[in-house]
């Protein structure tokens, strides 16, 4: 069985940083994309960023470009989130995805628990 383990998340005052990280466990063959998303109160979930298997392909959402980094280390099957300027409007659960192949069940769809962001002064 896969899971998808998000740590990292709390409370950052305006303009402050905080670093997430979600590690991948289970018979896993290979993980192909990862990324975080993020869901604020009373909106839809947002794509907030992607990364390739190698690292080399990443995506963001404009509304954090130039503020977040997304890395992974494929040794750990685990994908990181750097946030730095972070603002209220960054206030959300952020969910770590990932796209990846198992033994038993194939090419499939993984989604962590969340944890909670809160930028707040």
């Known amino acids: 069985q896969v899971q998808l383990v998000e740590s990292g998340g709390g409370l950052v005052q305006p303009g402050g940083s905080l670093k997430l990280s979600c590690a991948a466990s289970?018979?896993?063959?290979?993980?192909?994309?990862m990324g975080w998303y993020r869901q604020a109160p009373g909106k839809q979930r947002e794509l907030v960023t992607t990364i390739s298997w190698s690292g080399g392909k990443t995506s963001y959402a404009d509304s954090v470009k130039g503020r977040f980094t997304i890395s992974r280390d494929n040794a750990k099957n685990t994908v990181y989130l750097q946030m730095n300027s972070l603002k209220p409007e960054d206030t959300a659960v952020y969910y770590c995805?990932?796209?990846?192949?198992?033994?038993?069940?194939?090419?499939?769809?993984?989604w962590g628990q969340g944890t909670q962001v809160t930028v707040s002064s």
């Open positions: 289970g018979s896993i063959f290979i993980i192909y994309t």
């Open positions: 995805n990932a796209d990846l192949n198992t033994p038993l069940l194939g090419r499939d769809d993984y």
